[in-house]
Every structure is written in C-alpha cells, then in structure tokens.
C-alpha cells in the first residue's frame, strides 16, 4: 500500500506538468477560479436580470438544470450542456425543451469572464463551470434585486 502511495506521488507531479503544456486540455483543479466581472452576486444579478420568468415558470412542478460549461482563456463561456435534469417530483416535465432554451439563450449572453490562472506566472488556462437553475425561479441570488422588493 505504502508502495502505491509513493507511485502515485511520484507521477502526479509529471500529469500535472504534461497537461499545463497541452492548450487544449481543461485544467482542473485551478489556482485562480474563473471570476465573473462585478461584485459577487453579478452572476446572479445578470442572469436574473434578463431570464424570461414567463418561462421558466410556466411549470407547476420543481425541477433543476445543472448546466456545465468552460471558460476559455479569453474569459468566453462555451460549450454548455446539460448534465443532468432532476425534477423533484419524478414526472415528465411539460416544457422542458423550452425552459432549457431559455436557460442557454441567457447563459450565452454572459459578457467574458476573467480566465481561470495556474502558477506563479497566473497563466491563463479553460476551466469547466457548473451552476445549477431551479425552476420555478423564486429562489432569488442577486443581493440587488432582494431589497427592491
């Protein structure tokens, strides 16, 4: 077992070192997370801003999106996909297609992030990111749109 241990220790550093000089490979684990631009609730505040409410709750019953994505080194969201649909009640979602193309149309619309950095020298590098939407949308993120209410 210590044998193993020791092997592994041993590689992991090689790994580590062959995927930073691969542009084409996501890195992950990062130093730096990709940052949306603003205060912390933007994100949030952004997207809340310009979803369409009259779809994402034209559904009774409560499901969630997990959307993954990748910010590029140039800071650009790309490559969404849904990796998993969970309503909570275990019945077919009605206008699922639609909720899921307005969930993409929103998320297509975020202006670039600053780029995920790794090492001393904060080399830019793509990272994958992962937010999860819950419809009906009434659990409400952005700090902002709170106290208007």
Sequence with gaps: MRALVILILTIHPLITFSQINDDDVIIDP?????LFPGPPDSLWCFLESNYNYNILNSVKDTTKYFVRFVIDT???????????????????????SIIKAEILRVFN?????????????NRK?????????????????????QTKK
């Design 125 to 145: 590098v793509p990272c994958r990111y992962g937010l999860m939407v819950k419809v009906p949308y009434s659990e409400y993120k952005c700090v902002r749109t």
């Design 109 to 121: 619309l975020m202006p670039n992030w600053e780029s995920a950095t790794i090492g001393a020298s």
């Design 74 to 96: 140039t800071g650009k969201a790309t490559e969404f996909e849904f990796i998993a649909t969970r309503p909570v009640r275990q019945q077919p979602i009605a206008n699922d």
């Design 30 to 34: 990062v130093e730096q997370m990709p």
